[in-house]
């Protein structure tokens, strides 16, 4: 059976960096009839720790949200990090919800993010990453499609997250800026042989 979820990972395989990953998880939920996500992961690299955040937002939502540091009142965000298992947005929203938070969710119902699902993925050290899915072409319909293709929405966002973080992890790793011609990587060997520069050339 060709579920969306295998249709993600079978083509994810072909997949040679973080970008085409990005390409083809859109493409996927596209299909799906969802046309946003955010991923926003910490991984630790040979260089330390590093955030990263990969979207399919409108631009002007991402500038506003940045701008705004919408993360202290975006109660998606706030569950997630008490969270450990998947949910569902409109789940989680507190009927006394502070005016701040309301004229937030307002704003971003704007922006065709009616409800959504959203996966806190736990990692070592206490860290979190978190995949949300939203922008459901039938706004009327998202509660429902949400409940739907819930588990199918849950196992590509833990899908991707896997894969995800060995491409970061491979573009962290630092690349010599000028690699030795093979005369030097000769010299560096005759040298740590005891060679002297006579000798060597």
């Known amino acids: ?15 040679n960096n973080i970008e085409e990953l990005c390409s083809l998880v859109e493409k996927v939920l596209h299909n799906m009839g969802f046309s946003q996500w955010a991923y926003e992961t910490k991984v630790d690299t040979p260089m330390g720790e590093q955030q990263h955040f990969f979207h399919k937002f409108p631009e002007k939502w991402v500038e506003y949200y940045m701008a705004e540091n919408c993360f202290d009142v975006d ?37 065709g993010m009616h409800d959504g699902v959203a996966v806190p993925i736990p990692q070592a050290g206490g860290r979190k990453s978190i995949f949300s899915i939203t922008g459901y072409e039938n706004k009327t319909d998202i509660t429902h499609a949400v409940e739907d293709k819930h588990q199918h929405l849950i196992s590509i966002a833990c899908a991707f997250h896997a ?4 491409f970061i992890r491979d573009d962290a790793v630092p690349t010599p800026q000028n690699p030795l011609t093979e005369r030097e990587r000769e010299c560096v060997v005759w040298t740590a042989k005891g060679k002297t520069s006579w000798e060597i050339s």
């Not at 059976?1 to 997949?15: G, L, R």
Request: glycine residues 2%.
């Open 1 to 15: 059976m060709n579920t969306p979820v295998y249709e993600f990972i079978d083509k994810a395989q072909y997949c």
């Open 75 to 111: 109660p998606v965000v706030l569950e997630g990090k008490k969270l450990n298992t998947p949910f569902q947005w409109t789940h989680i929203y507190p009927k006394d919800l502070p005016k701040e938070r309301q004229d937030y969710l307002a704003l971003s119902r704007e922006h």
């Open 163 to 166: 894969i995800a973080a060995d």
